[in-house]
C-alpha cells in the first residue's frame, strides 16, 4: 500500500502545504505553480537535502533553489547579507523548516520519524527516481521570478 492513500491527502498536497506555509510564515514570500517541461530552467542551483527516518518510513525531501533565491532567502532568514556558509546554512535550514513540516504530518498519519541533518550542495539541477515500493512527489513553483524545485521520495514499511 502506497502512503498516500494513508494519508489524509495526497503526498504531493503535502508537499504543497508544507513548502507555501514555510514560505509564507518564515520568508513572507508567495509561491505560484510552474511548469517543468524536463529543461532545465536554471544551471546552477543549491540542493538542500533532509531525510526523514521512523520505523515505518524512510524519506528524502530535496529542495532546490538558485542561487539568487539562496542569497534572498538567507537575507530574510538572519538579517543581512550572506556568503558562503550563512547562505549554505539558511538554504539547509529551510529544507529543514519544509521537512519538519511534512515529518508532522507523517506523524499524524501514523508514520514517525526523526529528521537527519541538512546536506547541501551545489550544482546543476537533479531528478530524484522513484523505485519498486516508493513514491515520488517532485513540483516546480515560483517565487516572483525565481524557481523553486521541491521533491520527496518515500519508502514505506509494513
Known sequence: MMISSQLPVSLSDTVE????????????????????????????????????TGERVKASV????????AAKATKILIGCDGEGA????ATG????????RIKSELTTAGFPGVLGTPTITFGSRIDLR??????????EWVC?????????????QT
Open 130 to 139: 522513484d523505485t519498486i515500493g516508493s513514491e515520488l512527489s517532485r513540483a
Open 62 to 69: 530535496l529542495l532546490q533553489i538558485s542561487e539568487a533565491f
Open 17 to 52: 502545504r508544507a513548502l507555501k506555509e514555510i514560505f509564507s510564515k518564515q520568508l513572507k514570500l508567495s509561491l505560484e505553480p510552474a511548469t517543468y517541461s524536463g529543461e532545465v530552467q536554471y544551471l546552477k542551483v543549491f540542493h538542500a537535502s533532509v531525510s526523514i
Open 144 to 156: 516572483g521570478t525565481d524557481h523553486i524545485n521541491i521533491q520527496m521520495l518515500i519508502h514505506t
Open 86 to 89: 550563512e547562505i549554505e546554512d
Open 93 to 100: 535550514e529551510l529544507c529543514n523548516m519544509i521537512s519538519g
